[in-house]
């Protein structure tokens, strides 16, 4: 994929398994691939159109949440096993068919799918999934590249960003097993005492797979990125990804409202003065991750329209080489 580097994209956060498991068909156009959360902006054609040529694809699971294929009670790690393991199923299955690539990522180097698919890493996004911390190096052989401990909601692992919990016993053990395998910590959920733990126990560089600047917002929502966390993730050479939520590119707006391409610049821009350079930060954009296509920024419709993005941001001076290291440089320098 390397020659390929400069004409495509890398997204940093995708919710492919869990948008099939909500019903969507993949296989089918944004405006014929059913399900919720439409109008649609991602399928495989979609990707393809961009071209997205590599991401981090989610296993995307709900402690306690409504939709019985992604959800399990909370504190059932049976369940919650169950749950990500269907999710598991489904990338294999589309790498069997040739649709993607799986694997060769990090700490996994087992690939599965034919040269020249999407290239895809598994992101597991709440650790529940993971019975105990001994079990992860099961889900790396099944091609888990990174781990985002908790969602919104706490897990048995950590707090995510509704709380103010930290990181639990069994979630200090997490982090010493994801470190002695290399696999990636993603931030982007934690809540700030459970960030403050982490970066307490691993020296290890992290990610912020779809995660924006606070101080750009109410500068109270954990869901967004101190200026002080920022700082430390760039420190460590690690890469924050833009997410394209109209909600969390401009404070304020109200449903159907859409955030403009320049609210989006502000916050790659930021990331980039907190960090003293432009290698820090790259695309997370959670396309359909919860929310439609009318909910992101103005002008951007679906993959195809990424460009715009960077018209944006070369009109702020970007040169072809900063361009190109958000566009794809700077994920696949961190995470092949």
């Known amino acids: 994929m390397g020659e390929r580097a400069s004409m495509t994209w890398f997204d940093a956060h995708l919710d492919l398994a869990y948008l099939a498991e909500l019903g969507r068909d993949l296989e089918c156009s944004p405006s014929e691939c059913g399900g919720p959360l439409l109008p649609a902006a991602v399928t495989f054609s979609s990707l393809a159109e961009g071209p997205v040529g590599a991401c981090l694809a989610t296993i995307f699971t709900e402690p306690g949440g409504e939709r019985a294929s992604v959800s399990y009670p909370a504190g059932d790690a049976e369940a919650a096993h169950a749950a990500g393991g269907r999710q598991v199923q489904r990338y ?18 087992e690939t599965w799918g034919p040269e020249g698919a999407q290239r895809v890493g598994i992101l597991l996004e709440g650790a529940d999934p993971i019975r105990t911390p001994a079990e992860l190096e099961r889900w790396v052989r099944w091609g888990v590249v990174a781990v985002g401990m908790a969602w919104w909601k706490p897990s048995r692992y950590a707090g995510g960003n509704r709380s103010d919990l930290g990181l639990s016993d069994l979630g200090r053990e997490l982090v010493r097993a994801m470190d002695a395998l290399g696999v990636v910590h993603d931030v982007s959920h934690l809540s700030d005492r459970a960030l403050d733990d982490l970066l307490r126990l691993t020296a290890r560089p992290v990610i912020a797979s779809h995660s924006n600047c606070r101080a750009l917002m109410d500068g109270k929502d954990q869901r967004h990125l101190t200026d002080a966390a920022i700082r430390e993730i760039a420190r460590r050479g690690g890469v924050i990804g833009l997410n394209l939520f109209s909600k969390f590119l401009r404070e304020g707006l ?27 930060v790259g695309l997370g954009s959670d396309m359909d991750g919860g929310f439609t296509a009318a909910a992101l920024p103005e002008g951007i419709d679906g993959p195809r329209d990424l460009g715009k993005l960077l018209s944006a941001l070369r ?3 970007w040169t072809d080489t900063d361009l190109d290291g958000f566009r794809w440089g700077n994920w696949a320098r961190f995470l092949f």
């Open 315 to 317: 009109g702020r001076g």
């Open 254 to 280: 109200e449903d159907g409202q859409r955030a403009t391409l320049d609210d989006a610049v502000r916050h790659v821009e930021r990331i980039c003065e907190l960090a003293g350079h432009r290698r820090a």
């Open 92 to 109: 294999h299955a589309w790498a069997r068919a040739g649709r993607i690539r799986l694997g060769g990522f990090g700490a996994v180097k």
